[in-house]
């Protein structure tokens, strides 16, 4: 299989190339399973989350490790938005996407109990990847139903233009 070298935080991973549209391949970073990578990048993103950030804000799946190890520097809460429906969600946010990224809709779930942990709170959003910004843009609508207020929007790699301003720390080429 085809690789790509990327680096992060002074670590470096030979990822594959996969082609989620015809004729545009991009390396695929995988954070999952990966702590060393994961500790880097949450290194390489703390200074960029703004001061007075009371909680982050995820996705799943990739981003929850470094979500949570950056949550744990920086001793702050965070939460995660599902990708999929739980039967024990009670009165959840239900935010659908559009990501260019996958060339499908998706929908975002997040139980009421969760959603609470945003009420009134500064909110930073983090991501591995950001693309489109599909699903920042989600993300930012899901915060704002909650009763929060987005205070940054952060990811480990930007890969494209995305359509809001996102702070990364490391390019991803569209090869
Ligand atoms: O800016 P966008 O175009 O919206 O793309 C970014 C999204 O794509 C990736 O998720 P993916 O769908 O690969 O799911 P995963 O996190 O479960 O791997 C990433 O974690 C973001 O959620």
Redesign the pocket.
């Given at each position: 299989m085809e690789t790509y070298p990327i680096t992060i935080g002074g670590v470096t991973r030979h990822v594959p190339l996969i082609e989620p549209l015809p004729g545009r391949r991009i390396p695929l970073v995988e954070f999952l399973g990966d702590p060393e990578l994961v500790r880097a990048a949450a290194q390489a993103l703390k200074p960029l989350v703004p001061a007075g950030t009371e909680v982050l804000f995820t996705?799943?799946?990739?981003?929850i490790p470094l979500t949570h190890v950056l949550a744990e520097e920086m001793g702050l809460p965070y939460v995660v938005a599902r990708?999929r429906r739980r039967p024990y969600m009670e009165d959840p946010i239900i935010q659908e996407?559009q990501?260019?990224?996958?060339g499908v809709g998706e929908v975002l779930w997040l139980d009421r109990r969760f959603a609470e942990k945003l009420l009134n709170q500064k909110v930073t959003l983090i991501?591995?990847?950001?693309?489109?910004?599909?699903?920042?843009k989600a993300m930012e609508r899901m915060v704002l139903r909650a009763g929060g207020r987005v205070v940054g929007r952060i990811a480990a790699f930007r890969q494209g233009t995305?359509a809001l301003e996102v702070l990364t720390v490391a390019e991803l080429p569209v090869l």
């Open positions: 996705t799943e799946t990739s981003p990708r996407v990501t260019l990224t996958l991501s591995d990847v950001v693309s489109s910004g599909e699903t920042m995305p």
